[in-house]
């Protein structure tokens, strides 16, 4: 009688290293891939409050935010379409990115943009660069059993210390309404921005990042276009040749590069360092808005910036140990 043998395949234990060193060697890719992003936004992001500067000179702001805005994101969601082959989303998608955008780009950035009709650029930026400490002060008020420890709270104080030496620079602004409502717009602005990339954070998306990007850029412009109609002169839109190349330069750089970059960062970095770019931006803005327009720069403002930075250091130092002593603690419980 004819006897068949059979051959049974072993698993081969190879199979599942190889399967976990790509997973690793992915993962590596990824994190490096988000700190060259984050480098990136500190660069480019400093750039813009020149560029919203520029722009709204001559041009109502929330027109101009709005243009910017919306042109980018339907450059990038068409290129994410085109080029990544993504399905249309469903409309709890499209509704969840309309609220992000509402939040992100018209009251983070069209207010921003109408503030500085009124406001120095480097003075926003140096306004702005203090949303790492709301971010923080966000995560520790959405958990009641949280309170800042010592280091954070002489942070917070630095900051607004640095905050409060801008303003003793521009102390005679203060008489001008404009101005005061332009300061109080950047501040706006700044609370809404952590509150959205707070959000963003911790709703759980496993949707295509750039596409996410797109989406909230494209939508927070389609909610400038109301505020224009509310706030901006309309009778008077001239384009300019600053306004026409600020706006293309905010579009492609600004928004279409920038802001998809920021979203895959705080999607695979945690959110205190995803927020450091706060460091360099007003650095770069200060800079470039003494060299290109003329801006107030001089050793009351350097030194208001230095302790601006410091202020956000500690807060940002203070909350990773108290991450780190309750993972101690935990760790010491099991």
Same mark, same amino acid.
């Given at each position: 009688m004819c006897q068949i043998k059979t051959k049974v395949s072993r698993p081969n234990p190879? #199979? /599942?290293? #190889?399967? +976990?060193?790509?997973?690793?060697? +992915?993962?590596?890719?990824?994190?490096?891939?988000?700190? =060259?992003?984050?480098a990136a936004i500190c660069l480019l992001w400093g750039t813009t409050f020149l /560029?919203?500067?520029?722009? *709204?000179?001559?041009?109502?702001?929330?027109?101009?935010?709005?243009?910017? &805005?919306?042109?980018? /994101? =339907?450059? =990038? !969601?068409?290129? *994410?379409?085109? !080029? &990544?082959?993504?399905?249309?989303?469903?409309?709890?998608?499209?509704?969840?990115? +309309?609220?992000?955008?509402?939040?992100?780009?018209?009251? /983070? #950035?069209? =207010? *921003?943009?109408?503030?500085? *009709?009124?406001v120095d650029s480097g003075v926003a930026a140096i306004i702005c660069s203090i949303m790492p400490v709301l971010v923080i002060l966000i995560n520790l008020g959405m958990d009641r059993s949280e309170f800042p420890n010592p280091l954070i709270v002489i942070g917070v104080i630095i900051g607004l210390g640095g905050i409060v030496l801008v303003f003793s620079e521009h102390l005679a602004s203060f008489a001008n309404p404009n101005y005061t409502m332009g300061i109080a717009l950047v501040f706006t602005a700044t609370i809404s921005w952590a509150v959205g990339s707070t959000a963003m954070r911790r709703v759980n998306q496993t949707s295509n990042p750039f596409l996410n990007a797109g989406m909230q850029m494209f939508f927070g412009g389609v909610w400038c276009m109301p505020l224009s109609f509310l706030f901006d002169d309309l009778s008077h839109v001239q384009w300019t040749q600053p306004t026409f190349y600020s706006l293309i330069y905010l579009i492609i750089f600004g928004s279409a590069v920038a802001y998809p970059l920021y979203y895959y960062a705080i999607a695979k970095l945690p959110m205190t360092i995803a927020s450091l770019y706060s460091y360099v931006n007003p650095l770069v803005a200060v800079v470039l808005g003494w060299l290109v327009l003329d801006e107030k720069l001089n050793l009351r403002i350097g030194l208001a910036f230095i302790i601006t930075v410091t202020g956000i250091y500690l807060v940002n130092r203070g909350y990773q140990n108290k991450k780190r002593g309750a993972y101690d603690l935990s760790k010491a419980k099991a």
């Open positions: 190879s #199979n /599942g290293i #190889n399967f +976990a060193h790509s997973k690793s060697i +992915a993962i590596k890719r990824d994190i490096l891939f988000a700190y =060259l992003s984050l /560029g919203i500067r520029i722009g *709204v000179k001559d041009f109502p702001p929330f027109l101009f935010a709005a243009i910017r &805005q919306m042109s980018a /994101g =339907l450059l =990038l !969601t068409v290129f *994410v379409f085109i !080029t &990544q082959k993504e399905k249309i989303p469903d409309l709890s998608y499209i509704l969840k990115m +309309a609220v992000f955008g509402f939040f992100m780009i018209t009251m /983070g #950035n069209g =207010l *921003v943009s109408w503030a500085e *009709v009124f």
